[in-house]
């Protein structure tokens, strides 16, 4: 009988239960962005609780950004934007104490910059493809500003995923890009930084141009592998104290 003694049901562990089914109704969007929950006491009432278990509740979606408390207004669903995914990653590169944190954040922009660059070759229309070409033109104007360069590069990228007409690569490249903008400016220090982004970036736009996925694929997979390349050769000079650029 000790451990059944020993066993309690928490307020804790009931508004995380409340969090649970509430996070559900909002990512199935039964509860949709901008809509507005019934008040403590209705939700009190109606799942038989008291008003703190579902205040408990609600500020842990507050703080996770699902909802939205308004004094004098009520609840709302929050309305999520690709720059929310943006400050969740860079809180949690912050906050990680694993020294390989980099390296989850660059195998998952390995893995939608990949498939963004083939589906933009399947998929992209003249204008995408315009759009691509003024993109790569800014970086070559920009070759010696290092944050121009980067802010460049950033938006060939962005302008790639564009073509794929899935706008869910906009919503998942953009925040991993911004959070490893500060890596793009340091492999871009590196001497042969610029020109081989400019190269691979080339590359993919013909392979975009000529509907080819498979040489588009190829070659963002060696672009990002040569951005990996630099990076190592700019800590390495930063250890050294030496300059590359």
């Given at each position: 009988?000790?451990?059944?003694?020993?066993?309690?049901?928490?307020?804790?562990?009931?508004?995380?239960q409340v969090a649970n089914q509430l996070r559900e109704l909002v990512m199935s969007r039964e509860l949709k962005p901008g809509?507005?929950?019934?008040?403590?006491?209705?939700?009190?009432?109606?799942?038989?609780?008291?008003?703190?278990?579902?205040?408990?509740?609600?500020?842990?979606?507050?703080?996770?950004?699902?909802?939205?408390?308004?004094?004098?207004?009520?609840?709302?669903?929050?309305?999520?934007?690709?720059?929310?995914?943006?400050?969740?990653?860079?809180?949690?590169?912050?906050?990680?104490?694993?020294?390989?944190?980099?390296?989850?954040?660059?195998?998952?922009?390995?893995?939608?910059?990949?498939?963004?660059?083939?589906?933009?070759?399947?998929?992209?229309?003249?204008?995408?493809?315009?759009?691509?070409?003024?993109?790569?033109?800014?970086?070559?104007?920009?070759?010696?500003?290092v944050d121009g360069f980067a802010r460049a590069d950033t938006a060939y990228h962005q302008a790639l995923a564009v073509a794929?007409?899935?706008?869910?690569?906009?919503?998942?490249?953009?925040?991993?890009?911004?959070?490893?903008?500060?890596?793009?400016?340091?492999?871009?220090?590196?001497?042969?930084?610029?020109?081989?982004?400019?190269?691979?970036?080339?590359?993919?736009?013909?392979?975009?141009?000529?509907?080819?996925?498979?040489?588009?694929?190829?070659?963002?997979?060696?672009?990002?592998?040569?951005?990996?390349?630099?990076?190592?050769?700019?800590?390495?000079?930063?250890?050294?104290?030496?300059?590359?650029?």
């Open positions: 009988m000790k451990p059944l003694q020993e066993m309690r049901v928490s307020r804790e562990r009931l508004s995380e809509d507005r929950l019934p008040s403590e006491r209705e939700l009190a009432e109606h799942l038989g609780i008291s008003r703190a278990i579902v205040r408990e509740a609600i500020k842990t979606l507050e703080q996770q950004g699902l909802l939205s408390v308004e004094v004098g207004r009520g609840t709302f669903v929050t309305q999520l934007e690709p720059q929310d995914l943006t400050h969740a990653l860079n809180l949690l590169m912050l906050q990680s104490a694993d020294e390989h944190a980099f390296d989850y954040v660059y195998e998952i922009r390995q893995m939608i910059e990949i498939e963004s660059a083939r589906k933009a070759a399947e998929r992209a229309t003249d204008d995408d493809i315009a759009e691509l070409e003024s993109k790569l033109q800014a970086m070559v104007a920009s070759v010696d500003d794929t007409h899935n706008p869910l690569f906009v919503t998942l490249l953009l925040p991993i890009t911004n959070l490893l903008r500060q890596i793009q400016r340091k492999a871009s220090r590196t001497m042969r930084g610029p020109a081989d982004a400019i190269h691979y970036h080339t590359r993919i736009l013909e392979a975009v141009r000529q509907h080819n996925p498979d040489a588009s694929g190829q070659a963002m997979r060696e672009h990002l592998i040569s951005v990996l390349q630099h990076l190592s050769s700019a800590s390495k000079a930063d250890n050294d104290g030496t300059h590359t650029s």
